[in-house]
């Protein structure tokens, strides 16, 4: 990568720039840490929206010892993981989380998935202008399991992405910009397959998995997505696991029923699955670095990075 060690051993301000775009406080570590991690100890400046603060997540009340709302101690869990990853600035679009599908938090009249979606956009635009990322990382077009809120961020990064290039779309006084590469985070269905069809052995129902039991993984495996980019995060894996700890609130902790599943976990945890929105993928396209092809930033200064109302500095 291109952080330069100085005289003093110090690393010099890097002019590449990340900007993953999720939904909840949990998604950059379940998701993808590795990567966000991995490019933040090469001297990537890594930026994470969050566009939810993680309301109706579900948690034991021993958790919210010393918190007010359950979004106040989710708030506390991404803090914790954002250190761990390196992250440079967590952006916060100040959504209500809108809960899982169906439920009745989906209508709330400030939820993220009730939300108009070019007002979704309008403010990852805004970010997108700020930050100058060359690459952009969000959800794939399913939400990875349907999460409502997940298919919004999704919807609205890929809007977001091509219309921070254009002037006349949502002036804010920033210079336009265009990112060079949009990826979807997603998981191999060759591996997702695998999982389905060994759960049934294990007497968990695929249909019904997660700590609420509300994912549909067979569901999730009907839509073959594909994959345009592998990352070996072993250098990170470290890292996300210390960044998953810190959301202890959403992590199960009797869900490992036998050694089958410990090794399906492990084979999984070095490496993390990309399909690219941009540029369209050539057939076959199998990229190891999201940076692969991208120029040279003309600068290294954010643009009034500092100013944003709602914008808040993790782990510094
Ligand atoms: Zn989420």
């Known amino acids: 990568m291109t952080a330069e060690p100085t005289p003093g051993g110090a690393v010099a301000p890097s002019p590449l720039r990340m900007l993953a775009s999720l939904a909840h406080p949990d998604d950059e570590s379940f998701g993808p840490g590795g990567t966000l991690a991995l490019y933040a100890s090469r001297g990537v400046e890594v930026h994470l929206i969050c566009a939810t603060r993680g309301d ?30 390196g992250l440079h600035v967590v952006h916060q679009l ?9 439920s009745p938090d989906n209508q709330h009249a400030h939820a993220l998935a009730a939300a108009p979606l070019e007002a979704v956009v309008e403010k990852v635009t805004h970010v997108i202008r700020q930050v100058r990322p060359q690459v952009v990382i969000t959800f794939d077009p399913i939400g990875g399991y349907h999460h409502p809120d997940h298919i919004r961020m999704f919807e609205a990064t890929l809007a977001a992405f091509h219309a921070a290039a254009d002037p006349t779309r949502f002036p804010d006084g920033l210079e336009p910009y265009r990112p060079q590469k949009l990826y979807y985070h997603t ?16 007497g968990m129902n695929p249909r019904a998995w997660g700590r609420n039991n509300d994912i549909d993984l067979t ?15 072993s250098d990170s894996a470290e890292a996300k696991q210390l960044a998953s700890a810190c959301h202890a609130s959403q992590t ?13 976990r492990r084979l999984g945890r070095n490496q993390e699955t990309f399909m690219r929105g941009y540029p ?19 600068s290294s200064v954010a643009n009034g990075e500092a100013e944003t109302v709602g914008v808040r500095r993790a782990g510094l």
Request: charged share 25%; net charge negative.
């Open 56 to 85: 109706v997540g579900t948690v034991d009340p021993s958790y919210l010892t010393g918190f007010d709302t359950v979004a106040e101690l989710r708030q506390a869990e991404l803090e914790c993981a954002g250190q761990a990853l």
């Open 94 to 102: 100040g959504y209500r989380d809108s809960g899982m599908p169906g």
């Open 187 to 202: 998981f191999s269905r060759r591996w997702l397959k695998l999982v389905v069809r060994l759960m049934p052995l294990l």
């Open 219 to 233: 569901a999730v495996t009907n839509h073959d997505l594909p994959i345009h980019a592998i990352i070996d995060i």
């Open 252 to 264: 199960d902790e009797d869900d490992s029923p036998g050694f089958l599943l410990n090794w399906l």
């Open 280 to 298: 369209e993928p050539a057939p076959g396209l199998r990229e190891t670095d999201l940076f692969a092809g991208v120029a040279p930033a003309r």
